[in-house]
């Protein structure tokens, strides 16, 4: 029987493709169709080869691409198709901020990758951090005595316990010294990474190098890329799907009329995801339009670019243009311009001459400040979460297709990027549990599935309302300059209810004549400075910013503490809640969240051993009871750490005990819940020195080994005794917790209770964990 899902889109053209198949092709495991309806047109017919693929990738931007390194990472064989060129791909910016987490994933995933280059190019690419670390405020980016505040953020470090991580108004010019915190012990790290700032389409451009890195023996141009056993085809749209049920398999068609089957698509087209809406049907819950905005490109000349104070983003308020611009690099700008429809239109009130003039009022008004205008294009702001973020039929959504934010905290992106860390692993273990027949004799994607959804979507939703709040921020800070939200949509209703008596031209009319009224005053801080508005305007917006109210960079429970534990899942923050959005956590231990981060010392042995482990990025000195210097690591995502090329993806039993505590003969617990689970596991001993040990030496450390199987890393006493945890544990001396793939906590215990164990890594693996 063949149940066949088939939507068509207008066909646009591509590259073409090679006449190329993998050696491995395996199929899913069995599951079930759903009740959802499906659109049928037509049935595809094709005499043409089909070419088969464990995992179809569709869309290419920055969750496609990262989900393809992950895969790669892993030994799963891939397709990805984008639907448009690499030149368009790769060519505006969108996105730019990548938070602490994305970071700890990025460098995670780029030790596990053959190339292990990527982070490093990430790093190199972003511009220096005195260049954005600052929000600026003013009637335009130029005017530095015109400038009305300057917020300063603390990307110069990672995140830090139990600190507010908001910006510090300041109106000084000399602030290298703010947040200088390097060297003090008193704080603590939640992260061994801070947060980034790249343009999407350079950071896509990276990923997409990185995976053809990952195989020199790569055929193809840019536009077709053939790996052994992937492949990447841009200029491939998907048209149509077709779900077999007998054969449990998807045939897609492409735009060039190419055929592939695959058991499993992960859709990652975007926004609009035609995967999303056109085959699954899936709807989106939220606020569909939340502000109307058009996005400005433009370039800016080398001498022009000189006078411009360099910052992350530039909120300007004037007569001639109200907008917010973020410079994601030397001379490139991305500027955002709201407008209200129907009275506003791209069309009639955003031409080519009526942007330029935007622009340069945005840059002074100065005819020497010499630029180029690279691109115009609407969009509708929306907060929307995907109803679902599976079928049962092996189709996954992650990124844009499952979860649409507004711009303002930039979790767009780094929600994306975080589904595929969480998703990948699960496809991976599907497929190195498959048998011949290519069927995985544990897992089924209904399992996966239901999980995947069950752990990101809550995630989404916390972050969606964060969003919101951020952009209800902006519009704090626009209110500073007598600047109300509320009255274009009271002015919109008013006009709108004259629609019976007054032609459309004249309430049109009327918009933009009370509209210039409105932003009239405005002009009075470009022309006097330092007069009764500009100062009263300058007195709010410093009360407002000098508060923390104004718009934060920074979100460390958002970005380092969410937890996909269903028990003790909550809302870190209510949706009318300003307060804590940018309060640090203390590091903790329990289930659901990531095994926290503390800065743990290894062997040079460990590290031939390991040779995944990543050294901290911000070293401190060796502890006083070694007289040789080791190495310090992270015990952030130990799981990944600890792989392998033979072993890529598997979980990790940690122990961690005291060294006046610890017999080395006993047996650590990865290899028996291996056996008994059938899943990879790794272990870790992390070993925590006690006050005035004279047991440890820096001659006896290899007493403490573990084996040669085993990793045993060293912990100072002040790192263990920071992290919290669960009540039941703080008075045990020795903890066993289970890692993830993706750095999560299965189960911690005070007891190596085989059985416990078991039950909680089953949570993780199965839909009902009580199956065998």
């Given at each position: 029987m063949i149940r066949r899902f088939r939507v068509h889109t207008s066909s646009s053209k591509g590259g073409g493709r090679r006449n190329w198949l993998p050696s491995t092709q395996r199929k899913s495991p069995s599951w079930s169709i759903g009740t959802r309806c499906f659109s049928l047109d037509a049935k595809i017919v094709s005499s043409k080869q089909q070419e088969k693929y464990p995992v179809v990738i569709v869309g290419g931007g920055p969750t496609g691409l990262f989900m393809a390194h992950m895969l790669q990472s892993y030994g799963v064989p891939f397709l990805l198709l984008e639907a448009h060129s690499p030149e368009k791909r790769f060519q505006h910016p969108q996105a730019h901020f990548l938070n602490s987490r994305s970071m700890e994933i990025l460098k995670c995933a780029s030790r596990l990758h053959p190339s292990q280059s990527m982070y490093e190019k990430i790093r190199n690419a972003m511009p220096p951090v005195e260049e954005w670390k600052s929000f600026l405020f003013g009637p335009d980016m130029t005017s530095k005595d015109k400038m009305i505040a300057k917020v300063v953020h603390p990307v110069n470090r990672p995140l830090l316990a139990n600190r507010d991580a908001n910006g510090i108004l300041t109106n000084t010019a000399a602030d290298d010294e703010i947040f200088n915190e390097k060297g003090n012990r008193s704080f603590i790290p939640l992260s061994d990474v801070s947060v980034g700032h790249l343009a999407q389409h350079t950071f896509c451009k990276i990923l997409y190098d990185a995976v053809l890195e990952?195989?020199?023996?790569?055929?193809?141009?840019?536009?077709?890329?053939?790996?052994?056993?992937?492949?990447?085809?841009?200029?491939?749209?998907?048209?149509?799907?077709?779900?077999?049920?007998?054969?449990?398999?998807?045939?897609?068609?492409?735009?060039?009329?190419?055929?592939?089957?695959?058991p499993i698509i992960v859709a990652a087209d975007g926004a609009r995801s035609f995967l999303r809406e056109k085959v699954l049907s899936i709807p989106m819950d939220g606020q569909t339009t939340i502000q109307n905005l058009m996005n400005v490109h433009f370039r800016l000349s080398e001498q022009a670019e000189k006078k411009v104070p360099k910052a992350m983003l530039y909120t300007l308020f004037s007569n001639q243009v109200l907008a917010m611009i973020v410079r994601h690099g030397p001379g490139d700008y991305v500027m955002q311009i709201p407008y209200f429809a129907p009275y506003q239109t791209p069309e009639q009130d955003f031409s080519m001459e009526n942007v330029k003039g935007m622009v340069k009022a945005a840059l002074g008004g100065d005819g020497n400040m010499e630029f180029e205008l690279l691109s115009i294009r609407p969009w509708t702001m929306g907060s929307l979460v995907a109803r679902d973020y599976f079928s049962e039929n092996g189709l996954f959504l992650v990124g844009d297709a499952a979860h649409v934010f507004p711009p303002a905290g930039g979790f767009g992106m780094n929600t994306g990027l975080q589904d595929v860390f969480t998703l990948a692993w699960r496809?991976?273990?599907?497929?190195?549990?498959?048998g011949t027949n290519g069927t995985s004799t544990r897992f089924t994607l209904e399992d996966f599935g239901y999980l995947y959804q069950n752990e990101r979507q809550p995630v989404a939703r916390n972050n969606a309302a964060l969003s919101v709040r951020n952009y209800q921020r902006v519009l704090g800070v626009m209110e500073s300059c007598y600047l109300n939200h509320q009255h274009p949509k009271a002015l919109i209703a008013a006009l709108d209810a004259t629609s019976p008596f007054i032609p459309f031209s004249a309430r049109k009319q009327t918009f933009k004549t009370l509209l210039q009224a409105a932003l009239l005053p405005l002009g009075q801080l470009q022309v006097a400075p330092h007069g009764f508005f500009a100062n009263r305007v300058k007195n709010n917006l410093h009360r407002l910013l000098g508060s923390g109210q104004g718009l934060p960079l920074l979100f460390p429970q958002h970005e380092l503490q969410f937890t996909y534990s269903e028990t003790e899942r909550k809302s870190i923050a209510s949706d009318d809640d300003f307060i804590?959005?940018?309060?640090?956590?203390?590091?903790?231990?329990?289930?659901?969240?990531?095994?926290?981060?503390?800065?743990?010392?290894?062997?040079?042995?460990?590290?031939?051993?390991?040779?995944?482990?990543?050294?901290?990025?911000?070293?401190?000195?060796?502890?006083?009871?070694?007289?040789?210097?080791?190495?310090?690591?992270?015990?952030?995502?130990?799981?990944?750490?600890?792989?392998?090329?033979q072993v890529p993806c598997s979980f990790c039993v940690v122990e961690i005990v005291f060294s006046n505590n610890l017999n080395i003969d006993d047996s650590l617990l990865g290899p028996e819940l291996q056996d008994s689970l059938g899943l990879p596991f790794l272990s870790v001993r992390l070993v925590v020195i006690c006050d005035n040990d004279s047991s440890i030496t820096n001659n006896s450390l290899k007493d403490f080994m573990g084996g040669c199987n085993t990793a045993t890393l060293f912990l100072e006493k002040e790192e263990w005794k920071s992290v919290t945890l669960p009540e039941n544990l703080r008075a045990s001396s020795t903890v066993y917790a289970i890692i993830r793939p993706d750095g999560h906590v299965a189960a911690v215990t005070s007891s190596n209770s085989r059985n416990h164990m078991i039950q909680e890594v089953r949570k993780n693996v199965y839909k009902s964990h009580e199956r065998s």
């Open positions: 990952g195989c020199p023996e790569r055929q193809g141009d840019e536009s077709e890329v053939s790996l052994p056993s992937n492949k990447i085809l841009f200029g491939n749209r998907v048209v149509a799907c077709d779900w077999d049920e007998t054969t449990r398999e998807w045939t897609i068609q492409t735009n060039n009329n190419t055929f592939f089957q695959t496809l991976a273990l599907l497929h190195m549990t498959s804590n959005d940018t309060k640090a956590p203390s590091r903790c231990l329990s289930v659901g969240t990531l095994f926290p981060h503390m800065s743990a010392w290894a062997t040079d042995d460990t590290l031939e051993v390991f040779p995944r482990l990543a050294r901290c990025e911000s070293s401190t000195s060796v502890p006083n009871v070694f007289t040789s210097t080791l190495t310090q690591v992270s015990t952030r995502d130990l799981a990944a750490q600890l792989s392998s090329k």
